[in-house]
């Protein structure tokens, strides 16, 4: 089964309200960062595609 990426950055957010360490807080504060780059250069690719 594939995730989404708004899935994954839903389950993202929600390790990162329950992690205590701040290293852990760190990781998965740059995982979220690096999936909502990934998701917003998807949807700019996808608002420059001429319609069909």
Do not use: F, G, K, Y
């Not at 852990?24 to 690719?45: G, K, N, Q, T, Y």
């Amino acid at each position: 089964m594939t995730m989404s990426i708004d899935q994954h950055i839903e389950e993202l957010r929600a390790e990162l309200r329950n992690a205590v360490e701040r290293d852990e807080r760190r990781v998965i504060d740059a995982e979220l960062a690096a999936a909502i780059a990934e998701r917003d250069a998807m949807l700019d690719a996808w608002a420059d595609e001429p319609p069909h």
